[in-house]
């Protein structure tokens, strides 16, 4: 092969991957529109009221006992890795500060981000895949029911309500952490004053910018779910297929995410 086909065959590659890229984008960004443009109605009647509620049990409910224990678990690893650095400068009482600062502003949101893609975002996937490969989408839409409106808009909102609500849980559970090792393994002083050192560090933006973050993620979550289960093709491979790539592509979209927040939040000093 020479080299002018060569890097023919390169550009063709790169642009194929770009174009499916902005396709994927443009699809997810239509998908919320319809879904933002039948939220009203959804929630209007008891029926769409109640798969909310549903939705909100077994997408947020469920996740707690799992995001306690790894945000408790954040915590204290953050603890010990910080101590042994702050020691020599006489700093250790520091950590409720910087556990405070990284665990609400960052790892509580992100995290929890993390392990709701795998517990719920994946278990969205798999259940709207396998109801297109059962053909129960195509039976909504032949008795004149809007899948977006009676699939699509609770699982969304849940997500979104319950991230938030998740994310302050962990935020305390990271701290808890971080006081609990203080306690146990570290000097006395630094557990006597972690919290009041916390709170005096701590301000409303702290708590506010990570629940920006919670809620964006909680959609970005959904969104990317719902939408690979939609476009399940191929029977049960395609479920898997699905599941696998919904939980790529949330990690991924997470974390981009998060760096453009940091970044916005650092040039407007929020």
Known sequence: MSDHAAQRNFVEAVGARVLGGVCYLGGITILLG????????TLARSSGRDALIVQMVRVGVRSVGIVCLVQIFIGVILALQLAPP??????????????????????????????????AGASIAAELGT????????????HALNPVRFLIVPRLLATFVMMILLTIIANWMIAIGGYVTALAVLDPEVSEGYWSLMRDQLRLRDFASGLIMAGVFGVLISLIACYEGLRVRGGAEGVGKATTMTVVYSIVSIVLAAGVFTAIFYVFGF
């Open 34 to 41: 319809r879904a933002v443009s039948v939220s009203r109605a």
């Open 86 to 119: 702050l020691e020599p400068w006489g700093q250790v009482e520091m950590i409720a500060n910087i556990i405070g600062i990284a665990g609400f502003r960052m790892l509580g949101p992100i995290l929890t981000a993390v392990v709701l893609s795998g517990f």
């Open 131 to 142: 109801m297109v490969v059962a053909e129960e989408i195509e039976a909504l839409q032949a």
